[in-house]
């Protein structure tokens, strides 16, 4: 594993930072925990690529709080940069979206 954050799956609604930080305390030292409310998803950096690595085998898909938990190495965040955009293409021959194309003559 190249990096220390983990992502963590399929959590139920009510759980906790704290709770989630005393489960991965038994795998190793905890920098941070974020939970995303109302998602059902949130990290967890542990100190080393090595403790997280250790963390996801001993974790992914265990059951925590009634649910079985995904876990898995965080992806960085994507850039807005490269999320591409709609419309691209365009050449104003008419039409659009469920329309006849018009003629051009």
Same mark, same amino acid.
């Given at each position: 594993? =190249?990096?220390s954050k983990l992502y963590v799956g399929n959590l139920s609604y009510s759980v906790t930072?704290?709770?989630?930080?005393?489960?991965?305390? *038994?795998?190793?030292?905890?920098?941070?925990?974020?939970?995303?409310?109302?998602?059902?998803? +949130?990290?967890?950096?542990?100190?080393?690529?090595?403790?997280?690595?250790?963390?996801?085998?001993?974790?992914?898909?265990?059951?925590?709080? +009634?649910?079985?938990?995904?876990?898995?190495?965080?992806?960085?965040?994507?850039?807005?940069?490269?999320?591409? +955009?709609?419309?691209?293409?365009?050449?104003?021959?008419? +039409?659009?979206?469920? *329309?006849? =194309?018009?003629?051009?003559?």
């Amino acid at each position: 594993m =190249q990096g220390s954050k983990l992502y963590v799956g399929n959590l139920s609604y009510s759980v906790t930072k704290e709770r989630l930080e005393e489960l991965f305390a *038994g795998q190793g030292e905890v920098k941070q925990v974020n939970i995303i409310e109302g998602k059902g998803f +949130g990290f967890v950096e542990m100190s080393s690529p090595a403790e997280a690595q250790k963390a996801k085998d001993a974790l992914n898909g265990t059951d925590f709080e +009634g649910r079985t938990m995904k876990v898995d190495e965080a992806l960085p965040p994507k850039s807005r940069d490269s999320r591409g +955009g709609g419309g691209g293409g365009r050449d104003n021959r008419g +039409g659009g979206f469920g *329309g006849r =194309q018009r003629s051009r003559y």
